[in-house]
């Protein structure tokens, strides 16, 4: 191993595209600047789609000035929390960038949490306004008593389609379950009906780039979902960052696959505030499984996609894929959770289509790392190098601060102006997670030398087998290239002689058979003996968040209630 090569010397940068700088020299601009730049310079261009209905630059500023001066007349001003409960629709989009106009702090929420989630999340976040779905409407009324919220805005699915769509949803839409009738409420109001009421405001609040602009709640995959501080600075500076590493894509021209949930962050950042600082199109899919993606893609020919691993397994495992035309599609990208080698191989055999592969945390907006798009290879199985303006590293897993060698396994850790101001309310949390600036992940990983950095696993979840540190994601990566197995996932159980040892889910592709002992004798010339898997359970499918991302938490906790 080279010596000369070090964590300083920043050997990713040779993998840089030609035009991607180092560092950027970053303009002093809110998400509502880019919004009213785009607005302005492109205003005749589309961007927002939704299932055809489409609403354009100038729609979209007008649109966020009516609920600007609606959240004004309900009493919302700097630093209040609103909090949004709403799939890629319309308004999820323009409350957004309305809340971000009058200074409040926007709270995204998954329609999927159940009530017990949703009540921290608000009361944890101070929300005083939400804005949902009629779907929810009624069941947010009766979880209002319990939360600080005061006022609740509802929407529908049906608000924004074309002709002949809106007349059939009208007709069918109750009926096939996708609206609802709400009951009349004291503080409740119709999205529409409140933005007809009210002429465009211009009012803009006078912040600073350290305000907080979010509250982003972590997945709760590894306890208490806690919310994440987000500042002006963090999500400016990230757009900032994604779009100085495409230099060859024009503003004003590209169109985005909007599939990723703009609740989540990934989603938010490379599906919502990128397109949007780029005046670009945002093709909204609210059901993006693979049937839904295809088809998109086949009739509305985006040019970028970036998507989570289960949508393109979902993708690759639809008869559709062949006769979809993947040639409109600039760039892939992955992120959220690992990718395995045997699914991008599979993917891009199928597509013709070429998957970049990234890394990024709530915490951190979410990107810290692509792999290179042009320039520098396209290392499969790596999360890629740091993004400009990003610094990372390698640490001692036991003390979180030794800088361990070049090509060996540690923490992985980031600074960056992407990363958080802290977690609300968790002044012990932030202790733990921020020192002197630096991001500890929690991810086990390595960086070799041409700075390519590898994600082993979460150091959570690691297994101690016999006193041999055995990661999970190695297991995976074995059984994904089986070819009979769709997906996979591997925990640590206790082992009466080991300590512990490792029990891996599959669910198998349709209409295929294997035994638990194929599947073990197939991982033994694979792994180290420490490694196999002591027991295998088949499974219809697997756990997994709004996003796609496999809960190796829930496998865990179901498997210590039994």
Known sequence: MTQKVTYQSKPWLNSYETG??????????????????????????????????????????????????????????????????????IPCVVAYYAIMRVGAVAVMNNPLYTDRELTHQFNDSGASLLITLDLLADRMVALRKTTGIKKIIYTSIGDYLPFPKNILFSLMGKRKKMAADVAPAPDLYQWKALLAAHAPSDFREELSWDDVAMYQYTGGTTGVSKGVMLTHRNLSCQAQQIQAWFPGMEKGVESLLGALPFFHIFGLTTAMNLPISMGWTIVLVPKPQGTQLLETIRKFRPTFAPLVPTMYISMANDPAIEKTDFSCIKGYFSGSAPLPAEVIRDFEKRSGAVIAEGFGMTESCPVTHINP?????????????PVGDTLARIVDISDGVTEIPVGEVGELLIKGPQVMKGYLNRDDATAETLCDGWLHTGDIAKMDEDGYFFIVDRKKDMIISGGYNVYPRDIDEVLYEHPKVQEACTIGISHAHRGEAAKAFVVLKKGETVTEKELIAYCSDKLAKYKWPVAISFRADLPKSTVGKILRKELRDEENAH
Not at 51 to 76: F, H, N, P, T, W
Not at 373 to 382: E, N, P
């Open 373 to 385: 798009f042009h320039g520098g290879a396209r290392k499969v199985g790596s999360i890629g190098v």
């Open 20 to 89: 991607v700088p180092e560092y950027i020299d970053f303009e002093t601009l809110f998400l509502v600047d880019f919004l009213e730049r785009s607005a302005t310079d492109f205003p005749g261009n589309t961007a927002l789609i939704f299932q055809g209905y489409k609403v354009s630059y100038r729609e979209l500023d007008r649109m966020v000035g009516s609920m600007v001066a609606c959240l004004q007349e309900m009493g919302i001003k700097k630093g209040d929390s609103v909090a949004i409960l709403l799939p890629n629709v």
